[in-house]
């Protein structure tokens, strides 16, 4: 175990960083290597079947830190997406891909029927770990595929309850069946009685005991402990769901969902994070790493086919829904590429319908084949799609803005990165209510595990402002760190919210003259004040008095204050500046050698005056 542990780590470290380099993402490096481990290549690593099932436990996990991120609220805004797009999909690639094999093979129906539901599946670990690392999971496009997604999760338990209505009989789907879960020998209306049971029980417990019983282990203080807890969690609801026939992902996510509004999700994030991650590498390696290349050296022509047929068929079915619900073709595009691929369950489909003799194991690994190689190029994909949108000279799909930003009637600030933070912190420590906004979604993902309230959105969209309060605050406070940017908000605040005072971050001089002309409430140089002390430090440093440093210093900064504002006059012409700079800088120097001599001088006639 620990050799194997070493060969899977050593692989992991060598590969993710060589494909992260090339631009590939970490997915497609976690799959070569599984690949070049594997027992087709370097025969490191022999069956990867039981590695897989404790690997799973990693895209559970996934599946309840996205659970944590969604309000019951937000999840019910996603109802049309999951059930219309994420139904519409399931169906309509199933039989296209049912008719196709009927007419290409001499399978029968039902045997086709399998393998259409198997295969219209997508990888839910491939797409949100590819969509989260490129920063597109909050896309209007991530959005949809998530919801598509999270309605092929649900999907799974029905396609699982088909398959012994769809075996050839050969078998004995009965002997299989009843063994494999607690509801499997009950009646159809049982089942679904127990189901909806279960999944009360997650959202009761998650709701009324979760709670509690983190706040009461907080207390302890003891940081293992706590993670051994959220890590129950998920453990508990994976076994329970198990054991009842219902997929382990669905409940995680729900026990997520429930526990979104929990004061300690980002503490649990924080925790749960480093093990979703370690694992779900640990399933890339092992897709790769399961390729049968026994059967793609023997069928190449076929398998090749068959790769690109499902990819384009899947892409083709993806594109036409995404038309049809007016994502537009761009975001279209990303949506149908993103989930084009066969996904993990299709293993899990493919192995219990084999059991049951739904079809032969021959087509079986055919099938496994063909999947593992869609997963394998997915990855590319979005790369493809990236190199293409980044050469035609179109940007990267913005994430979509934060629904329900809550308004204040205080302070607005308009990014939140080291610069905000300070003027943040200090404003919340007297007791003023402040909405954040920030465009990054990198930095509002990484202030929220903090505990703070951060909401995504472009400050300069007018709804944006006003939806944080912009009738109603007192100050808007810009402290984002694009000169551009920052004057758009400025714009579009002065335009709209008239009566808002704005006080702004200004980047370096040019943007400083920008902002006087535009007449804002304030502004401060961002480094202004900081290089300016280290200047006085400089002077300390090479023997000057403190005092008369200090007062060098303070010269300086009111000097320079006053120059600002003439010199903003003359912006723009550049010989009229030029010899405007060179005079302020004559006039400094004589100011400082009038007031060290003044000082001087003053110091003499005291000491004079203490000797007499």
């Known amino acids: 175990m620990l050799q194997n542990a070493l060969i899977y780590l050593c692989a992991a470290i060598i590969a993710v960083p060589i494909a992260k380099r090339l631009g590939l993402g970490s997915v497609l490096g976690y799959l070569f290597a599984g690949v070049i481990i594997g027992p087709y290549a370097l025969s490191l690593v022999g069956d990867q079947t039981d590695v897989m099932h404790v690997a799973e436990f990693g895209i559970i996990m996934m599946l309840f830190l996205i659970g944590l ?43 086709a029927l399998a393998i259409g539901l198997a295969l219209a599946l997508s990888s839910t670990a491939i797409v949100l770990q590819s969509l989260t690392e490129r920063g597109l999971l909050k896309t209007p496009a991530g959005s949809n595929s998530f ?58 417990a998650g709701r009324f005991l979760a709670a509690p019983v983190f706040r009461l282990l907080a207390e302890t203080d003891t940081r293992e402990i706590f993670t051994a807890f959220a890590l129950l969690i998920v453990v508990a609801i994976t076994v329970l769901m198990q054991a009842v026939g219902l997929s382990p992902a669905l409940g995680a996510f729900i026990a997520g969902v429930v526990l979104a509004d929990c004061e300690y999700r980002h503490e649990i994030e924080v925790d749960i994070e480093p093990f979703k991650g370690l ?16 059967v793609l050296l023997d069928k190449p022509i076929v398998i090749a086919l068959a790769v690109v047929g499902l990819i384009t068929l899947k892409a083709s079915v993806l594109m036409f829904l995404a ?35 739904v079809f032969s194991d021959e087509v079986g690994q055919l099938i496994t084949v063909i999947v593992a190689l869609s997963m394998l190029v997915s990855p590319l994909l979005l790369v493809a799609y990236e190199v293409f949108f980044s050469r035609t000279g179109q940007n990267k799909p913005e994430p979509e803005a934060d629904a329900d930003i809550a308004p204040t009637d205080h ?17 919340s ?82 943007h400083a003259y920008q902002l006087i002309a535009a007449d804002v409430a304030g502004l401060r140089r961002e480094t202004f004040h900081s290089a300016l002390m280290l200047g006085v430090d400089a002077l300390k440093a090479l023997g000057q008095p403190e005092q008369a440093a200090e007062r060098a210093g303070q010269l300086f900064e009111e000097h320079d204050e006053k120059s600002l504002r003439k010199l903003a006059k003359l912006w ?23 007031d060290a001599g003044t000082t001087q001088a003053e110091d003499v006639a005291f000491n004079d005056k203490r000797k007499r």
């Open 147 to 204: 919801s598509v997604l999270l309605f092929q999760d649900i999907a799974i338990i029905p396609i699982l309850a088909l398959l012994p209505l769809l075996s050839s009989g050969s078998g004995s789907p009965d002997a299989v069946t009843p063994d494999a879960n607690f509801i499997a020998s009950l009646s159809a209306p049982m089942q679904v009685l127990v189901s909806i049971a279960t999944i009360a029980v997650v959202i009761l």
């Open 279 to 294: 694992l779900l590498g640990l399933f890339f390696i092992t897709v790769g790493a399961s390729v049968n290349f026994d």
């Open 572 to 594: 723009g012409d550049d010989k009229s500046y030029g010899r405007a700079i060179r005079k302020n800088l004559d006039e400094l120097r004589r100011v400082l050698q009038d």
């Open 69 to 111: 991120e969604l309000q019951p609220a937000r999840l019910w805004a996603l109802r049309r997406p999951i059930l219309g797009l994420g139904g519409l999909q399931v169906v309509l690639t199933a039989a296209l891909l049912t008719l196709i094999i009927v007419a290409v093979s001499d399978l029968a129906w039902k045997s």
């Open 323 to 357: 038309l049809i619900f007016k994502m537009g073709v761009k975001r279209g595009l990303l949506f149908s590429l993103a989930l084009a691929q066969g996904g993990e369950f299709a293993f899990v489909i493919v192995s219990a319908a084999g059991e049951m003799t």
């Open 429 to 510: 420590a007297q007791g003023y209510r402040m909405t954040i906004l920030d465009h990054s979604p990198g930095q509002v993902e990484l202030v929220r595990r903090f505990g703070n309230q951060v909401y995504y959105g472009d400050a300069s969209r007018a709804d944006l402002l006003r939806a944080a309060g912009g009738d109603e605050a007192a100050i808007l406070v810009v402290a984002v760190d694009e000169p551009d940017r920052a004057m758009r908000i400025v714009t579009t605040a002065q335009k709209h919210f008239p009566n808002l005072k704005i006080l702004v971050r200004a980047i370096d001089r040019r």
């Open 411 to 427: 302070v607005i600030i308009a990014g939140y990165g080291r610069f905000g933070q300070i003027v943040g912190r200090l404003l």
